[in-house]
């Protein structure tokens, strides 16, 4: 007998967590996409020193989130390269929100876009942070380091 797809039950194991550090990301990415070609707000002007440099970051991020996921953890040294990558994708989050906030003055964004746009930051860099301390944790557990 088959199970509807909306009444399966999908465990909450590791892999399911990293895919959705890759998802809030990934929302947050689009959205960044989707709402700095709005040329009402974001001037041609500034796209060389705030919005491209921006928009690279957010991919950076993305790419760094990506590549560490899909190292398999099998010794240490997988660790430590997954264990970077997560590190990288976190310092450019940062960047992210001092692009966030230079874009809402400079560009005179709407509250409520702002407040969307930020919220999927926070939820993208939330999961982001959970996915390290927990990774950081398990793996450093197991190669007793840390």
Not at 38 to 65: A, G, W
Not at 76 to 100: C, H, P, S, T, W
Not at 136 to 146: A, E, V
Request: charge should be positive; hydrophobic fraction near 35%; glycine fraction near 4%.
């Amino acid at each position: 007998m088959s199970v509807n797809v909306g009444q399966r039950h999908v465990a909450n194991t590791m892999s399911n967590t990293r895919s959705k550090v890759l998802q809030e990301i990934g929302k947050f990415e689009k959205h960044t996409f989707k709402i700095t070609k709005n040329k009402k707000y974001f001037f041609k002007e500034y796209d060389d020193t705030i919005t491209l440099p921006m928009l690279q970051t957010i991919v950076d991020v993305y790419t760094d989130c990506y590549v560490a996921n899909n190292i398999y953890v099998s010794n240490y040294n997988d660790f430590v390269r997954r264990y970077k990558y997560q590190k990288r994708a976190i310092e450019n989050m940062k960047r992210v929100i001092g692009y966030l906030m230079i874009a809402q003055e400079v560009f005179h964004l709407r509250l409520n876009r702002y407040e969307y746009w930020f919220d999927l930051y926070v939820k993208g860099n939330e999961a982001l942070v959970n996915w390290h301390k927990a990774d950081t944790k398990r793996y450093g557990q197991k190669f007793n380091k840390i």
